[in-house]
């Protein structure tokens, strides 16, 4: 009888277990959502976005003055100054691969830039003398990054480059 009793304990246990398991999984935190709302709740930030692919997580709101909430997977909106780190980090890539050099004019790469005197380095620092061409933009239309370069190489340079920042 005692054998008996054991076994149903046993039995019970690891069915409830089994039926508990799913419920625990489905009920765990997503550690990337879990992100968001530490960059919305404690840093600050208004809202945040992260696309993997497989699913959108948000957290917060795309404005504050309206609470209009953060886009979703098909949404758009402009990173602006967010993309710096991005793009600095894939070019530091290439030249760690040896594929680039931070002394390579930028014109080898970039054939709009051929005519001018920029190096990879001047580009990352911000000290290429090229003007900012975001308040040359007409952001009620959508543009390519081949025509905002064009904006910025329509006007003269801001200074030499290598000479000073912005």
Known sequence: MQRKRLAASVLLAVALAGAASPAAFAQRPDPVQRQLDLLVGQDGVPGALAHDGGGTRTAGVADLESGRPMVG?????RLASNTKAFTATAVMRLVAEGRIGLDDRAGDYVP????????IRQLLKQTS??????ALVDWTHAGTSQEYLALALDQDPVFPPGTGWG
Do not use: N, W
């Not at 997977?73 to 909106?77: D, I």
């Not at 003398?129 to 975001?134: A, I, K, R, W």
């Open 73 to 77: 997977a098909r949404g758009r909106f």
């Open 112 to 119: 709009q830039l051929a005519e001018r005197p920029i190096s």
């Open 129 to 134: 003398g090229l003007p900012e061409y975001s």
